[in-house]
């Protein structure tokens, strides 16, 4: 398999070609990294949710929208289709890179969640032992959700960690309320069915091909109810087809139907934990609706969608 990185790297290479189309605004730091505004202050749209999806996964999944209905409203769905589950979504989609900077003096902090195949260069979560992938190339992106844009602290920490100098540091940034952060969150069904895969014990390279569909929320400038909004998309209206390699008895736990929590909006279950994520169990963080295909076994539909839900979390009316 070729870099993440450098695949990546193309796609971020036509983000910067058509900014002025696709609604972004591109910075370069002091450092010499890149900022691209994709949902702070910029007003990028869907098409731009659609290729920062791509660039997130390393040009290893197949992105598209579908007009399809919640409750009877029409509204914009993401599908997302890859042949390579474990590199495309764990080892590259996931959002698992933490930055958080406190303020010096007068200098605000930063407070942001960082995805894409940056962190293959890191290769410090366990996926990446689990997979047996770790990146090696001279140039990197990190897709970054945050209210605000990150500055040179935050790039030279993604530089030293990645080894990758700041010039060759891409950082596409987007808040939780913008459409690109509505877009690229449906695009994550089957990235959050084959974490808790893995996250059951279940080997993600015995996952071959994962599919996976998602409303698109309704955008709010307001991040708690984005972050329950896009959250409960998933949740409540996340659909995803897996094909593995083995059968298991951890199937039946992997739909969000599984949680105790689960009917339960999830702008509630964050405010219960007073928004601390790693208060939330994690089994609330899996699609509503999965069918798991066992090559030459068994084919089991677990879940169910809740449009009802859905709706009132939207603010249909």
């Not at 900014?19 to 002091?30: H, Q, S």
């Not at 098409?47 to 929208?65: D, F, I, K, S, Y």
């Not at 990197?140 to 844009?149: A, F, K, M, R």
């Amino acid at each position: 398999m070729e870099s993440l990185n450098r695949m990546a790297i193309e796609l971020v290479d036509e983000v910067l070609d058509f900014a002025d189309e696709l609604g972004v605004v591109v910075y370069e730091l002091d450092s010499g990294a890149t900022v691209i505004d994709c949902g702070v202050d910029a007003e990028a749209g869907l098409e731009a949710g659609l290729l920062l999806a791509e660039v997130q996964t390393a040009g290893l999944a197949t992105v598209q929208t579908r007009m399809d209905e919640v409750a009877g409203a029409p509204i914009p769905h993401v599908e997302l289709t890859t042949d390579h589950p474990a590199l495309a979504l764990l080892c590259s989609q996931k959002a698992g890179w933490e930055l958080a900077f406190e303020g010096q003096g007068e200098e605000p902090g930063f407070d942001g969640l960082g995805a894409g195949p940056a962190r293959a260069l890191v290769g410090q979560e366990s996926e990446f032992q689990a997979v047996g992938y770790y990146d090696e190339f001279d140039l990197t992106v990190l897709t970054v959700e945050s209210i605000d844009l990150p500055d040179d602290a935050v790039a030279e920490h993604v530089s030293e960690l990645t080894g990758v100098e700041p010039s060759g540091v891409f950082l596409p940034t987007f808040a939780t309320g913008s459409t690109v952060g509505s877009v690229t969150m449906a695009a994550r069904a089957a990235e959050l069915a084959v974490f808790r895969l893995f996250e059951l014990g279940y080997d993600p390279k015995d996952v071959l091909t994962a599919s996976g569909s998602a409303p698109v929320a309704p955008v709010s400038y307001d991040e708690g109810v984005a972050m329950g909004r896009t959250n409960d998309a998933l949740a409540y209206g996340g659909q995803v087809y897996v094909q593995v390699r083995e059968d298991s008895d951890v199937f039946d736990a992997l739909p969000s139907t599984a949680a105790e929590e689960y009917g339960t909006p999830f702008e509630t279950v964050f405010e219960e934990a007073d928004w601390d994520f790693y208060e939330v169990s994690d089994s609330v963080f899996a699609p509503a609706q999965v069918t798991v295909d066992v090559v030459d076994g068994p084919t089991r539909v677990l879940g169910e969608t809740d449009e009802e839900l859905l709706a009132e979390s939207f603010g249909f009316q």
